[in-house]
């Protein structure tokens, strides 16, 4: 048993956001994800833009200027090729696939697009996301540990992109004592975020920390 209604889009073709989700407008919807606060985030493939479904409700335009393109920059002034599908991180990371410019795009939480891999035409490369090529990219899946599965359709394929993690290591060579460290830690989608903090070396012994994270 279960009841089946309307929860965005009022059913006609358009780009419109709206304060009400059954009252705005959307044009060939594909891709869904959700976050941790139940905001549900769309591609909006025939109008090249990702919007956002809050869970308090309302539909608003989080990325894209609704041209075909692979521009990046902010997210009013980037454009996308038909995207596809999205998924989400942990860190609020948006991945989304732009299936005509045979790439996989990032939107960061502080609004910033880029192109994370492929765009530079369609190919079959594995490699460093410099190197590597898609052949029309149409959907995604994230695991919980932070891999990103693309279903690459033209290649009848599917490919990973795994996402070197931070390790913290360190032999000290000066004295025993205090030192002051500045730490830049890069998440998987390109996010970053610096502390600083004191390390006090007890033992000249190396080595003196490592954090229990792998590459």
């Known amino acids: 048993d279960g009841v089946v209604d309307t929860y965005a889009g009022s059913g006609s073709q358009g780009s419109m956001d709206n304060p009400n989700p059954v009252s705005a407008s959307f044009y060939q919807p594909m891709g869904l994800t959700i976050d941790a606060n139940d905001n549900l985030y769309v591609t909006d493939t025939g109008n090249n ?4 479904v809050s869970s308090g409700g309302g539909v608003t335009t989080i990325a894209g200027n609704g041209e ?89 394929v599917f490919r990973k992109i795994s996402f070197k ?26 996010a970053t975020a610096t502390q ?7 033992d000249r012994t190396p080595p003196a920390f490592s954090s229990p994270a792998q590459v």
Do not use: C
């Open 196 to 202: 600083s903090f004191t390390i006090n070396v007890l």
């Open 68 to 156: 075909s393109g692979t521009v990046d920059g902010t997210a009013s002034e980037a454009s996308f090729n038909a995207p596809n599908d999205v998924e989400i991180d942990q860190w609020g990371n948006l991945f989304t696939v732009s299936r005509y410019s045979h790439s996989i795009r990032l939107i960061t939480p502080d609004g910033q697009v880029s192109t994370l891999v492929g765009g530079n035409g369609p190919g079959n490369i594995d490699g460093s996301v410099q190197a590597a090529m898609f052949n029309t990219p149409v959907s995604l899946a994230m695991s919980p540990d932070g891999e990103l599965f693309i279903s690459d359709e033209r290649n009848d």
């Open 165 to 190: 993690k931070p390790v913290l290591i360190g032999s000290p060579e000066g004295l025993v004592g205090p030192y002051d460290v500045e730490l830049t830690a890069l998440a998987p989608g390109g």
């Open 49 to 52: 833009l990702i919007r956002k």
